[in-house]
């Protein structure tokens, strides 16, 4: 099994950043795609971001394209969301993901995933 701990979650004023960090520890060698969802009280949990373990594909939602970046290193086993600009819209809890077996769903849908963390609160003042 994986276990998953995010951590770089708070407060920041719009038009600010914040860095999210996700460290993974257990089987990390199963580890095959991992990304970020966020979700605010009372709505679906929503596709933020994802990127192949094993290679360099990255995966984006349109809220997300050209403000937040995902990353990830191997060494460390962990990935993270760079996220720029941010908005009161982006306020939520973020939580990271990871897959670790086969799955018939795409890295955009939550059911590609099999593992997740806690969550992360972001809040975003305007």
């Known amino acids: 099994q994986v276990q998953l701990v995010e951590v770089g979650g708070g407060l920041v004023q719009a038009g600010g950043s914040l860095r999210l960090s996700c460290a993974a520890s257990?089987?990390?060698?199963?580890?095959?795609?991992m990304g970020w969802f966020r979700q605010v009280p009372g709505e679906q949990r929503m596709f933020v971001a994802g990127?192949?373990?094993?290679?360099?594909?990255?995966y984006y939602a349109v809220t997300a394209e050209g403000r937040f970046t995902i990353s990830r290193d191997k060494a460390k086993n962990t990935v993270y969301l760079q996220m720029t600009s941010l908005e009161p819209e982006d306020t939520a809890i973020y939580y990271c993901?990871?897959?670790?077996?086969?799955?018939?769903?795409?890295?955009?849908?939550?059911?590609?995933?099999?593992?997740w963390g806690p969550g992360t609160q972001v809040t975003v003042s305007s």
């Open positions: 993901a990871a897959r670790t077996a086969f799955a018939l769903f795409g890295p955009y849908e939550q059911a590609h995933y099999d593992t």
């Open positions: 990127i192949e373990w094993n290679g360099d594909r990255t």
């Open positions: 257990g089987r990390t060698e199963d580890t095959q795609t």
